[in-house]
């Protein structure tokens, strides 16, 4: 059944508590914490001018960073603060706490249309651990929950559950914002009843974080087209040479039965023949995680359905971008998730590059619904410069992917029906 959403509310001078995604990247400058990509931030606007319209008086939470229930001040929120004010050209105030009496002094001061940011919802641990007592405290301050942060959904937090639970049982509404609207609709309503031909596009690094999606998949799209490393696994399971390149040995069962499941369905189900390789060589440093570092030597393209073992696959080669390019000019819905390869190497982004122009292409030459699921594609597409040039780019990183698995996310089960 469909969710409330902010445009069935009646909330002239009714405090609305908002859950947003205010997760945005902070760096010190001259001793003062800088916003350095305020997307985030951006992606709320409708939302809120909205809900100003409305009359609502706009009580803000969100979190910022892992402060893990302290205090930390360089995961404040009050820098949030001050830019949404710039952004919506009003006054915006901030509570130094997100609970307690002073913040249900500033609540009550709200005019219809003011706002009201609290500070950052983990500096208390009760906030993870959707501590009943602590939701209590936080909805002293709402009549109307709305949540608009989709990539916090996933999570049966206070702010994203909790409280949402308590203001319905005082038969309270609560309701989705614009932004996780548009979330519901393209990664449910529309892949529920694709147009056709619908083609999926899995990459990224692992099978096992994806084989529940290609599972529900299987049962929907007409084409899967298979890239990033989690290729190396299915190709191992084939009997093929993988080389040095990253694959889960015991993961090849799950491979093998999602072919097999393919086939039984009459899913197209492509994976690389060819790719690019390189020669990974040891060096004396280590990454942030102490794993030694390697050179990703001499990049090659390999035609051979085998990778010698010396080799490692780092990209899709380019007779698999062009077969892949041309399924996807076709295409009447695309699903996107993951990249093609480390496209994070300008050396080896070309494979990702080329599926994002293809998808770019079924989006403005072939008329197709194209969504990309959150996390590294979206970044992919971005750097590429072509994130405007889709149907939908997701906010939700894990959220994303387990909304598409066909999990029900707790911040949205919460929310009111219509
Ligand atoms: P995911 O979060 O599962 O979508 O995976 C994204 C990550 O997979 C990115 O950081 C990529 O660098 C990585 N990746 C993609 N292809 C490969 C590959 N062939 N070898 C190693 N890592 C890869």
Redesign the pocket.
């Known amino acids: 059944m469909a969710k409330l959403t902010v445009r069935d509310l009646n909330v002239n001078g009714k405090r609305v508590f908002m859950r947003v995604d205010y997760n945005v990247p902070l760096d010190e400058k001259d001793g003062q914490m800088v916003i350095t990509d305020e997307t985030r931030i951006k992606e709320t606007l409708p939302t809120l001018r909205l809900l100003i319209e409305k009359g609502a008086r706009l009580i803000l939470a969100a979190h910022l960073g892992r402060p893990k229930g302290k205090r930390e001040p360089s995961m404040s929120l009050r820098p949030v603060a001050a830019r949404l004010a710039e952004l919506l050209g009003c006054k915006v105030n901030f509570a130094d706490d997100c609970i307690g009496e002073k913040v249900e002094k500033l609540a009550k001061e709200l005019p219809p249309g003011g706002i009201l940011l609290l500070e950052n919802v983990r500096y208390y641990n009760e906030e993870e651990a959707n501590d009943p007592a602590f939701a209590e405290k936080l909805a002293k301050v709402a009549d109307v929950y709305v949540n608009d942060a989709f990539g916090a959904a996933h999570r049966a937090h206070a702010s994203t559950e909790g409280v949402a639970r308590i203001v319905a049982k005082r038969g309270g509404q609560c309701a989705a914002g614009l932004l996780m609207e548009r979330e519901l609709k393209f990664l449910g309503d529309e892949l529920d009843k694709p147009a056709r031909p619908f083609v999926v596009i899995l990459?990224?690094?692992?099978v096992s974080?994806?084989i529940k999606v290609i599972d529900r998949l299987l049962d929907k799209a007409d084409t899967i087209l298979i890239g990033?490393?989690m290729a190396?696994t299915f190709k191992l399971a084939q009997g093929f040479k993988v080389g040095q390149?990253?694959v889960e040995k015991d993961k090849t069962d799950v491979a093998l039965a999602a072919l097999d499941k393919a086939k039984k369905r009459g899913v197209q189900f492509l994976l690389p023949t060819d790719n690019t390789c390189v020669t990974p060589v040891k060096t004396d440093k280590l990454d942030k995680k102490g794993r030694p570092v390697l050179d990703l030597t001499n990049p090659r393209t390999n035609a051979d359905a085998n990778i010698p073992d010396s080799e490692e696959?780092?990209?899709i080669g380019p007779a698999t971008a062009a077969k892949y390019g041309e399924v996807l000019r076709s295409a009447k819905t695309v699903l996107w998730?993951?990249?093609?390869?480390?496209?994070?190497d300008k050396r080896f982004a070309v494979g990702t590059n080329a599926v994002a122009q293809a998808v770019v292409d079924a989006t403005q030459k072939n008329g197709a619904k194209t969504i990309i699921g959150g996390?590294?594609s979206v970044k992919a597409l971005n750097k590429a410069g072509l994130g405007d040039k889709v149907t939908f780019m997701s906010t939700g990183g894990g959220a994303s992917l387990e909304f598409l698995e066909g999990a029900v996310l707790p911040g949205v089960a919460a929310l009111s029906e219509k």
């Open positions: 990459g990224g690094a692992k974080d994806k990033g490393a190396y390149s990253l696959g780092v990209d998730n993951g990249p093609m390869g480390i496209f994070e996390g590294d």
